[in-house]
């Protein structure tokens, strides 16, 4: 047992669990957070799979009776691995369960030869914030959840030459240069994603850009975007306008958004609220390759 | 009897909330997630909605939209149930079309038990 444990748990590879252990455990450790987030088992499922969340490498905190106290997983994707879905159910806290987990993964990922790890924690989550600041996690900055409400009546489209554009096309765009992107925005989300769509316009003073959307049956969500010519935001307010003037009654989600990204006042003008926020932090240098992603 | 649905997925909430308002005479029905409240709305048209804005399949956001798309439940207080920092909650709640919040943990018995009184009276 390491030192800085005061409980006695063994931390068991999570592709031993069933997806319904995985959740429930997930779960329980959430009860008590400001934004619990919640999943049930296809869910969970689908987030495993979107974001490349290897159970073999991800861990379970069990006691010696079998106890599920803990989870965290880890995502990999080639010289690049993410921490996600840490938690600790709450009267198990403040034993050293958190850092043995975020210990072995870091483990784990240097065993595959992974240097750069990623993770996303929610603001003012404190405890957390600190354990990853103790294994060397540095801040890289904040990141914005917005959500607009589909009450909330689509302003007429702006006068735009606009172009649906099938999964394909979509895929082809994501693939472009968007810089180094929080890794549920990362190209491979979207290629590991369903029901992925996109929207290109094109502005009379030459302005364009597209955005690659996921369109689930209630939902709008996981977006990205880019200007190709001209000012973000009003680009991205032209994008905007008509992706509600199409979908009118979709709630949307939208995650892990840079706070200084240049879009963003276009967003706030028509109708986003931020819901919460989260920091964004790195351990080890970013790989060249990565800026692709 | 006057008639309240509680959408929440963690049992021990749920358990506060049914001990918190067994005194009160109104009939408490549960649901554990969005779909099955969204059912339990539209076949029980309750007087008043508790709901949870952190759920296990879509957040209780996404379900208050629903819910004001149906005619039925067009004009029925949906009080949201949740942790969040109230800044936030009330962004959430004008933006959503909620009528109200009460912050968790539910900590005052009489205190939750006059605040859905107060909805209820608010919204006959």
Known sequence: ?293 | MTKILLIEDIPDNAELVRRALSATGYELIHAADAETGLQMALAHCPDLILLDLGLPDYDGQTLAGWLREEPALNATPIIALTAWPEETVRLMVESYGFDGYICKPITKTRVFVAQINSYLKTHP
Not at chain 1, 39 to 53: F, G, H, P, Q
Not at chain 1, 154 to 164: F, G, S, W
Request: glycine residues 6%; contains cysteine.
């Open chain 1, 1 to 293: 047992m390491p030192a800085h444990l005061t409980i006695d748990i063994e931390l068991v590879p999570a592709h031993h669990f069933t997806i319904e252990q995985l959740t429930a455990i997930y779960n329980q450790t959430r009860v008590d957070y400001m934004v619990p987030m919640p999943m049930n088992a296809a869910r969970l499922a689908e987030y495993i799979s979107t974001y490349d969340v290897d159970l073999r490498r991800s861990l379970v905190a069990v006691t010696p009776s079998g106890e599920m106290l803990g989870v965290a997983m880890l995502g990999l994707r080639s010289s690049r691995a993410w921490i996600t879905r840490l938690g600790v159910i709450p009267n198990t806290r403040r034993h050293g369960i958190g850092q043995a987990l975020v210990a072995s993964l870091i483990d784990q990922a240097a065993e595959l030869s992974i240097n750069f790890m990623m993770l996303e924690v929610i603001k003012n989550n404190t405890p957390a914030h600190q354990l990853f600041l103790k294994f060397g996690f540095r801040e890289i900055g904040e990141l914005l959840i917005l959500r607009r409400a589909p009450r909330i009546p689509p302003l007429p489209p702006i006068v735009a030459d606009a172009e649906r554009l099938d999964r394909l096309d979509a895929m082809d765009l994501i693939k472009r240069d968007r810089g180094i992107q929080p890794w549920t925005n990362q190209s491979e989300s979207f290629i590991n994603a369903s029901e992925i769509s996109g929207l290109r316009v094109a502005l009379a003073d030459g302005s364009r850009g597209w955005l690659v959307y996921q369109r689930q049956k209630f939902i709008l969500t996981r977006f990205a975007f880019k200007t190709e010519v001209g000012d973000p935001a009003t680009v991205a307010y032209a994008l905007l306008s008509h992706l509600h003037y199409q979908y009118p009654r979709l709630d949307t989600h939208v995650e892990n958004i840079q706070i200084h990204d240049p879009h963003l006042p276009a967003f706030y003008r028509i109708g986003y609220v931020e819901a919460f926020r989260r920091i964004e932090m790195w351990r080890g240098t970013p790989p060249r390759q990565f800026s692709f992603c």
